[in-house]
Nanobody, 126 residues
Framework: QVQLVESGGGSVQAGGSLTLSCAASGYTPGSFCMGWFRQAPGKEREGVAAISIGGGNTYVADSVKGRFAITHDNAKTVYLQMNGLKLEDTAMYYC????????????????????WGQGAQVTVSS
């Protein structure tokens, strides 16, 4: 099974930048999907960005498009570069891995049996 270990996150003032990383270990198929969801208190979980490992396709939510970028390296680590952070970006960010990047209706639809990281808090202050 895939294990995911996240790092990064923290506190930053509005307009600042942060980078999250997520390393996958254990058995991984030749092609799979990794990315981040976020959830703020009282709000629904939101798929933020995803990338197809082995395929290269990417997805970025409209709410962060132009500010966030997702990349990966050859060691199956993905990175979420977050620039121009806003107060509304404050949330717990969870790395996720799924068999494929299932994008429907402009949203990342993740499977119930997806793997999850431990989460990283991102706090943006004014």
């Amino acid at each position: 099974q895939v294990q995911l270990v996240e790092s990064g996150g923290g506190s930053v003032q509005a307009g600042g930048s942060l980078t999250l990383s997520c390393a996958a270990s254990g058995y991984t198929p030749g092609s799979f999907c990794m990315g981040w969801f976020r959830q703020a208190p009282g709000k629904e979980r939101e798929g933020v960005a995803a990338i197809s490992i082995g395929g290269g396709n990417t997805y970025v939510a409209d709410s962060v498009k132009g500010r966030f970028a997702i990349t990966h390296d050859n060691a199956k680590t993905v990175y979420l570069q977050m620039n121009g952070l806003k107060l509304e970006d404050t949330a717990m960010y969870y790395c996720a891995a799924d068999r494929e990047c299932n994008i429907l209706g402009g949203q990342w639809r993740i499977a119930d049996n997806a793997r999850w990281g431990q989460g990283a808090q991102v706090t943006v202050s004014s």
